[in-house]
T-cell receptor
């Protein structure tokens, strides 16, 4: 069975600084996908970034980037130039390919506070 | 694109009544949708996979007679909480994968259910 672990329940960062959120996962499969979702106070889940396991290059989306270490089963999220609007709960998530069920498995979440 | 809606956004009902929650994919078709439950400050827990034209698949520990799921069309799935009790009070979220990008799920805004 696959598991996802986020070991930082809460983090805080000053506006304009950089913060890294940690995520580890466990699977015996080789073809899978990893995601970071953001859930602001509105509770709408928003996709931040995704990574295909077969790609060695780390995904980036503007201020958001990941450090994907497949052998170590680690998938951290780096937020650069943090903004007040980045304050939210962040969830790391794992899924096998859609044709294997497509279920998302979530980590426990990290509550990020960006301070002015 | 990839917008998922839910209705209602919040509902309050009396103990013993049934409540229906709708999940719609607005600009794409979804043969599969997923239903999650989320308690405050906690992660999302997958309840069931809704399959268009066939029975839903429930996760272990989820009562299928309690949480009825119907995937009536390629854009609509409904979750009915039958004979609701206060312990069913929670935040319910649906998601749907976008065809052609079927490994990424898009989430509805959620429904807050309060059972008195």
């Amino acid at each position: 069975a696959q598991t996802v672990t986020q070991s930082q329940p809460e983090m805080s960062v000053q506006e304009a600084e950089t913060v890294t959120l940690s995520c580890t996962y466990d699977t015996s499969e080789s073809n899978y996908y990893l995601f970071w979702y953001k859930q602001p106070p509105s509770r709408q889940m928003i996709l931040v970034i995704r990574q295909e396991a077969y790609k060695q290059q780390n995904a980036t989306e503007n201020r958001f980037s990941v450090n994907f270490q497949k052998a170590a089963k680690s998938f951290s999220l780096k937020i650069s130039d943090s903004q007040l609007g980045d304050t939210a709960m962040y969830f790391c998530a794992f899924t096998l390919a859609y044709n294997q069920g497509g279920k998302l498995i979530f980590g426990q979440g990290t509550e990020l506070s960006v301070k002015p | 694109g990839a917008v998922v809606s839910q209705h209602p956004s919040r509902v309050i009902c009396k103990s013993g009544t049934s409540v229906k929650i709708e999940c719609r994919s607005l600009d794409f078709q979804a043969t599969t949708m997923f239903w999650y439950r989320q308690f405050p400050k906690q992660s999302l827990m997958l309840m069931a996979t809704s399959n268009e034209g066939s029975k839903a698949t429930y996760e272990q520990g989820v009562e299928k007679d309690k949480f009825l799921i119907n995937h009536a069309s390629l854009t609509l799935s409904t979750l009915t909480v039958t004979s609701a009790h206060p312990e069913d009070s929670s935040f319910y979220i649906c998601s749907a994968p976008l065809a052609g990008d079927t490994d990424t799920q898009y989430f509805g805004p959620g429904t807050r259910l309060t059972v008195l």
